[in-house]
């Protein structure tokens, strides 16, 4: 299921709320597009006795401080926004004054495997 909302926590706590309300089964992984969305429906499954990972592996991304602390830690994508922000405003300027922009830009990532999966 893709849903579209904001990035609170909150929205994750409903997300995950809505989709265990309308779902006849639960699904055994859940994948969050920011830490705080994960976080939220990590919230929502442990106050509906919804064990993670045993019963639903949660991952996100952004390795956000707090996810290390929570419980269980949540497993996340390192994914370094200042630079990709830093690549795209280069890239930018660089159509904006004609230059060549055909150059791809690669970023570094890394996936950290924490007990929530």
């Known amino acids: 299921m893709i849903s579209r909302l904001f990035d ?30 994960a976080i939220g429906a990590m919230s929502y499954l442990k106050e509906h006795g919804i064990k993670v990972p045993n019963n639903m592996a949660i991952a996100g991304i952004g390795n956000s401080e707090i996810s290390q602390y929570l419980d269980p830690p949540l497993t996340t994508i390192d994914y370094k926004n200042e630079e990709a922000g ?8 660089s159509v904006i004054h004609e230059k060549n922009s055909n150059k791809k830009i690669v970023l570094d990532y890394g996936l950290i495997i924490r007990d929530s999966v």
């Open 8 to 37: 609170y926590i909150d929205s994750g706590h409903e997300a995950m709320g809505n989709f265990c309300t309308k779902s006849e089964k639960l699904p055994t992984a859940t994948f969050a597009v920011t830490d705080r969305l």
């Open 86 to 93: 830093t690549e795209a405003a280069k890239k930018i300027l």
